[in-house]
């Protein structure tokens, strides 16, 4: 019965296995995060990528050279967000975001340079549709290539994949100012100036393709150093004191160069034809390859252990399979584990939620099961803690598999799936939550070693007040349809069950949420933690200053956020070891 169910799964999942390897280099610290994006409806696969760049929000962009979608954007977890440009553009080359969130992108055929608001709205167009201009122009351009926006605004572009050989600068409004260059081997001289990055500090990078040099110039043009020893550079880009350079000759290999000296600090090699480069907030790599076909994130080995991703059937109840995505850390362990709760307001989302934690938790050693389960309207509490309820027994069940084992499984879960979570760990013996008898361990138990809820709906009853308040009439459908009525928010309130007397089981718990959370008050944080304290069970209780409801899966890459996740990894270590407790 199990090998018939995961026949099924594989012909359900469209994407391949995701996971994290080692990349190829002698030494490299990155590992490749391999199907780190998913992709809408119609779209299976990358074609030739051109560009990609990462806005302030830590969205994704890439421009790739499908007619019907070339330009697609991703959020900081790899789920599709939106995408535009059908139909616009000739030949696709680099993208670009800026200070503000817009999108630029450079058409090499139509020699055009786009600027979009993030939600595709165009704002700005430079060049003039296939008329083809020389160094001299001030609104035309051949072959126009790259771009950077400067601090102030300006534009700086790479005009130089054909007979042009020169970096145009105009103003923010799109106004030409000056442009430097022309056809040469001396510095300040280029033959292709294929690619272009600018730095905190505002100097310019140039990639002097067929020169086989990167040149550094400050914004009037004045030409200030140059690297010869790192070869053929096709994308640049800078972050901090790095300069990142993909090498798109059959070398195929990105460099990671000190920008003060030009020393070659890392390498990844293997790839193909890399074209375009970018770095996110929290050092991750992504590069586009034309003749590859692919955009490829790449992962500094500050998580230490590689792992594999992939989804597989936990569950089959009412003719229906449910999918957990397994992330597993390589080598024998023992590893902690957790059951990954997803929110979505006890009404939506699925296993891919908080995607971005679970990579970051697999990396440092901890096996994740993010699972789906049925939400409201379809399956009204109680169902929802049955699945989950079902989740924790069957991964206890098939903890040794993973490198794991029973007494290391803990839960992990955010929003209403922090409300979940907290349920699932002070009634293990529910016998409402144990409706799903799990066949293949019919004995196994759904004490967790420890809980974790991230921005948790504590109090569902209080939080159905706010949103009556506030008019808010999404909100009060969520909490009706899945609750039914407020006795039942009353009855299904964890500190209220404790405070109530119930027999109940208190794993260690942390609970951590922002200040300006608009859900779930410090007040009625630090409520539960006193009722949970009283009665005899521990809570780590952590506040992130001035953070909002879903902080840390909407802007995973800012400070606060990824203390957070810090904090979340140091608490599972330390508890994965330990058994459940009864008070």
């Known amino acids: 019965m199990r090998a018939a169910l995961f026949a099924v799964v594989a012909a359900l999942i469209s994407a391949g296995p995701a996971g994290v390897r080692a990349a190829e280099g ?203 020893h790192l070869g053929t550079p096709w994308g640049v880009f800078v972050k901090g004191d790095r300069l990142y350079m993909v090498d798109g000759t059959e070398a195929g290999c990105l460099l990671v160069v000190s920008t003060s000296d030009g020393r070659i600090l890392d390498r990844i090699d293997g790839l193909k034809n890399p074209t375009a480069v970018t770095v996110d907030a929290q050092g991750a790599v992504y590069v586009a390859e034309v003749n590859g076909a692919n955009v490829k994130k790449f992962v500094t080995a500050t998580n230490t252990h590689e792992f594999g991703v992939r989804d597989i059937a936990y569950q089959q109840s009412g003719g229906k399979i449910r999918l957990a995505r397994l992330y597993q850390p390589a080598g024998p362990g023992p590893f902690p584990a957790i059951v990954q709760v997803h929110g979505g307001a006890w009404n939506s989302k699925d296993r ?116 009556k308040a506030q008019n808010r009439p999404d909100l009060i459908k969520s909490h009706e349809t899945f609750f039914g009525n407020e006795q039942t928010m009353v009855e299904a309130s964890p500190a209220l069950i404790i405070e109530r007397g119930e027999k109940v089981v208190l794993p260690p718990a942390l609970v951590f949420q922002g200040t300006a959370d608009e859900w779930t008050s410090v007040d009625l944080a630090k409520r539960f933690a006193s009722i949970y304290r009283g009665a005899g069970g521990t809570v780590d209780l952590q506040f992130l200053e001035g953070e909002r409801h879903t902080f840390v899966n909407e802007h995973p890459f800012t400070p606060n956020s990824l203390k957070a996740i810090a904090m979340v990894k140091a608490f599972i270590k330390k508890y994965g070891g330990a058994a459940s407790t009864s008070h």
């Open 26 to 228: 002698n030494g490299s610290s990155y590992k490749l995060v391999e199907n780190w994006a998913t992709f809408p409806p119609g779209i299976t696969t990358w074609s030739s990528a051109t560009g990609v760049d990462i806005d302030p929000k830590g969205n994704i962009y890439v421009f790739h050279r499908n007619e019907s979608m070339p330009i697609m954007a991703f959020d900081p977890n790899g789920r599709f967000l939106r995408g535009w440009g059908q139909n616009l553009f000739k030949t696709t080359h680099f993208l670009r975001t800026d200070r503000d969130g817009n999108v630029w992108v450079t058409d090499r055929g139509h020699h055009q340079v786009f600027k979009f608001r993030p939600d595709g709205q165009l704002l700005m167009t430079l060049g003039q549709k296939d008329v083809i201009g020389d160094n001299e122009s001030r609104d035309a351009f051949n072959g126009v290539a790259d771009l950077v926006i400067a601090r102030n605004g300006d534009i700086f572009i790479a005009d130089g994949e054909s007979t042009n050989t020169r970096v145009v600068k105009y103003s923010k409004d799109g106004k030409f100012v000056s442009w430097w260059g022309g056809k040469g081997t001396e510095p300040g001289k280029f033959d292709e100036p294929h690619s272009i990055a600018i730095d905190d500090d505002g100097r310019l990078y140039v990639g002097d393709r067929r020169n086989k040099r990167v040149q550094v110039f400050d914004q009037r043009g004045t030409f200030l150093k140059q690297w010869t």
């Open 352 to 467: 891919t939620d908080g995607q971005h934690v679970a990579l970051e938790l697999a990396g440092s050693g901890i096996v994740v099961l993010s699972i789906d389960f049925r939400n409201a309207p379809e399956a009204p509490y109680p169902a929802s803690l049955q699945d989950i309820n079902y989740g924790v027994r069957w991964l206890k069940a098939h903890a040794r598999e993973f490198g794991s084992s029973p007494d290391r499984v803990g839960i992990y879960g955010t929003s209403s799936g922090g409300h979940q979570v907290l349920l699932t760990a002070i009634r293990p013996n529910d016998q409402r939550y144990l409706a799903l008898p799990l066949a293949e361990a019919p004995d196994m138990d759904a004490k967790i070693a420890f809980v974790v809820s991230g921005w948790g709906v504590l109090f569902p009853e209080e939080r159905y007040k706010v949103a």
